[in-house]
């Protein structure tokens, strides 16, 4: 089996990089041909993870975190083979995705599992939104986007000093409380499948493929990664005080019952500002990165990613 391999070396969780050196030796072990790559900056791993499937590889595992992941499986999805199968180790300070998945701990078994399981199809999003420079940009996800306030907790996250060294999960918590202090919420528009949902301030709105975000935030428990449909989770704009309390609830799911939060589902999520004032336009976030802001769109791409894990 030709296995290509996109590492990021520098990706949040150091257990996670420490692993896959031994899940390397074990696929060579069992006669895996291995084509490791490692990233040295933005857009390399999509780059490097569409090179990696032209080049004939029966397998491209992404080796780190959401970001990496979710840029990888978009570069499989612009190569010319586009059904080639995708697999990943988890590296990264949240590692969402993966909570998705019960995973072996041991490298030997984690290396099995990769040669061995089939190939199962999942869905993936594909979005369109305002890049940072104003000009319009497209890209794929395959765990959540999501904008709001969350936009301004993974800026901070990827930029900041705080937390460094800590685990994923206090390191998005001391963020998350530090950016709803400070967060007005952002009125928007939201539309459904072409049917208008929602007019007015949100904190913020979750489209979801897989139902984790903010290192074990259990945002949409009841998404599927197989049935064609995001769960798009909106949460309304409050003051500080009731947002923190659904904040409270949501690592364990029971904010759905909140009734500042309502539960959707549609195959394409439309928004846009209802403002006109650009920098009050809602921050957007696609898999743990900050590609850019709304107004934007997002559309579900069904079976598109051909996972083996």
């Known amino acids: 089996m030709r296995i290509g391999a996109v590492v990021n070396p520098v990706s949040g969780r150091k257990a996670g990089r420490s692993l896959w050196p031994e899940i390397a030796a074990a696929l060579g072990a069992e006669g895996a041909e291995l084509d490791i790559r490692e990233t040295g900056g933005d857009g390399d791993a999509a780059r490097l993870g569409q090179a990696l499937s032209e080049d004939g590889s029966d397998l491209v595992i992404a ?29 990264g300070t949240g590692s969402d995705f993966a909570r998705n998945f019960a995973l072996p701990t041991d490298p030997r078994a984690y ?31 395959i765990n959540i986007a999501s904008f709001g306030v969350s936009g301004p907790i993974v800026r901070a996250v990827n930029n900041g000093r705080r937390g460094r060294g800590l685990p994923g999960t206090p390191v998005f918590f001391l963020h998350s ?11 928007v528009g939201l539309r459904l499948d072409g049917i208008d949902l929602f007019q007015g301030p949100i904190t913020a709105v979750a489209v979801s493929n897989g139902r984790w975000f903010g290192a074990g935030m259990h945002v949409a ?29 949501i690592y364990t799911g029971a904010h759905i019952d909140h009734p500042l939060v309502s539960v959707h589902r549609a195959s394409r ?4 500002p209802t403002r006109a004032d650009r920098s ?6 696609s898999d743990g990165e900050a590609p850019g802001r709304v107004p934007a769109r997002f559309d579900v791409l069904p079976g598109a990613i051909n996972l083996r894990i």
């Open 111 to 141: 290396a099995a599992r990769l040669l061995s399981a089939t190939a199962t199809p999942v869905d993936a999003g594909v979005m369109t939104c305002e890049g940072e420079d104003g000009r319009a940009l497209s890209r794929h996800f």
């Open 280 to 285: 009050m336009a809602a921050l957007i976030e």
């Open 63 to 91: 080796v780190g975190g959401d970001g990496t992941i979710g840029e990888v499986a978009s570069g499989i999805l612009r190569s010319d083979r586009p059904g080639v199968a995708f697999s990943f180790v988890p590296a």
């Open 221 to 249: 428990p009841a998404a599927s990664l197989s049935d064609g449909l995001f769960d798009v989770v909106v949460i309304r704009g409050a003051p500080t005080v009731s947002i923190l309390k659904v904040m409270n609830s």
């Open 177 to 187: 409380v530090s950016q709803l202090l400070r967060y007005r919420p952002r009125c």
């Open 269 to 272: 999520v439309e928004v846009w």
